[in-house]
Structure formats: C-alpha cells, structure tokens
T-cell receptor, first 112, second 115 residues
Framework: SQKIEQNSEALNIQEGKTATLTCNYT??????LQWYRQDPGRGPVFLLL?????KEKRKERLKVTFDTTLKQSLFHITASQPADSATYLC???????????FGRGTSLIVHP | EAQVTQNPRYLITVTGKKLTVTCSQN?????MSWYRQDPGLGLRQIYY???????DKGDVPEGYKVSRKEKRNFPLILESPSPNQTSLYFC??????????????FGAGSRLTVL
C-alpha cells in the first residue's frame, strides 16, 4: 500500500529561522503531493501542491520540493513566525478518482 | 462563501444511541469524504463518495454508514455508537476537474464523545 511518513516529533525553532518539514512516501511516485495546515481542533486547510514533474513550488514564505529519487517532499517556511505554529500534513494523490492518503502530520512550534 | 458545514460540532452521547452527523458543501463538488482523527493516528478515511449514489469504504469503515442521495450532502451515520468511536470527525469535499489535483476543503470538525 502507498504510505506517507512524516516525522512525529515536534519541530521547535526560533522566530525568524527557516522551518523544514519532511514527507517521505513509499512505492510509486504520486502524481501530486499536497500540504495542509491544521490548527488544534480545526479542519486542515490546503496550502500548496506540487506535481510529480515539478522540482519546486513557492507561495509567499512557503516552498515545497519534490524529489522522486529520494521519494521525498520538503516543506519550508522562511522567516518563521509564532503564528506559523501548527501541525502540517502531507498528502499524496494520484489524480482522477484517487483516494488521498495523509501522513500523521508534524507539529511546528515557533518560539518568539 | 465556499464551505463545508458539519453539524453538530460537539456531541456527547451514550453507547447504542443512533446518531447522524450531517455534512453539506456549497461548491458543487463531486467528491466527498469522512475522516476521523485520533491522537497519534492522524487522519483516517472512513467512507468516501465519488458522486451521487456512489459510495465506498475507506480505511476504517466498521461501525459507520453513509449515503449520498444529493450532491451537496453526505451524512455519517453511527447506528450503534461505541466508546471506541469517540473521536474528532471531519468531512471534506473536492472537485477533481481536468488537473486531477483533488484539493480538499475540510469542514470545521465534529467532536463526538460516546459514554
């Protein structure tokens, strides 16, 4: 089965630094990897997606990479702020009538 | 405003008392899905629907039922709730379109406690 693995340990960083979160997948490369943000007790909110044939995608302070050789996506938040503290979820998708598979998420804590 | 609406947001019930969690979306999305989220286990899919009258099991369907009689609504039914169904539930919808990216829009969540 296709799995998504994210680091279960919380990532603690200092305000202003770049946060880097990792998402690893198994088996074949998905057509898409999606990243969501989830605040406690709330529904996940879509942030970015990257296609299999894209190396990198950016949106404001966010950057996502897709490395099919390493079977990995990295999610970066530059100039991090305490308001960026949340759990970040990675999901794989294969287009069309797919069933999305989510990782367990990584908690990010940005200290002022 | 484009949104997925779930009700109730909070519910405490007792073992065996049937309940329904409603989900409605106003985006004309074809795909709808239910997830449960438990500490340390992440989001697990319960059931999904690709379109009206088309539903299928996800990873953890036991103890749940769904129906998709209209495109906008996808209720989750617990015929005989048990304490192990105490969880945070999310409904989500998406529009595949030509890109196939299927970005999900989630509801605000329904926290269910079964005593």
């Amino acid at each position: 089965s296709q799995k998504i693995e994210q680091n279960s340990e919380a990532l603690n960083i200092q305000e202003g630094k770049t946060a880097t979160l990792t998402c690893n997948y198994t088996n074949y490369s998905p057509a898409y990897l999606q990243w969501y943000r989830q605040d406690p007790g709330r529904g996940p909110v879509f942030l970015l997606l990257i296609r299999e044939n894209e190396k990198e995608k950016r949106k404001e302070r966010l950057k996502v990479t897709f490395d099919t050789t390493l079977k990995q996506s990295l999610f970066h938040i530059t100039a991090s702020q305490p308001a960026d503290s949340a759990t970040y979820l990675c999901a794989r998708a294969s287009g069309g009538s797919y069933i999305p598979t989510f990782g367990r998420g990584t908690s990010l804590i940005v200290h002022p | 405003e484009a949104q997925v609406t779930q009700n109730p947001r909070y519910l405490i019930t007792v073992t065996g008392k049937k309940l329904t969690v409603t989900c409605s979306q106003n985006m004309n999305h074809e795909y709808m899905s239910w997830y449960r989220q438990d500490p340390g286990l992440g989001l697990r899919q319960i059931y999904y629907s690709m379109n009206v009258e088309v539903t299928d099991k996800g990873d953890v369907p036991e103890g749940y039922k769904v129906s998709r009689k209209e495109k906008r609504n996808f209720p989750l039914i617990l015929e005989s709730p048990s304490p192990n169904q105490t969880s945070l539930y999310f409904c989500a919808s998406s529009f595949s379109g030509t890109s196939g990216a299927n970005v999900l829009t989630f509801g605000a969540g329904s926290r269910l406690t079964v005593l």
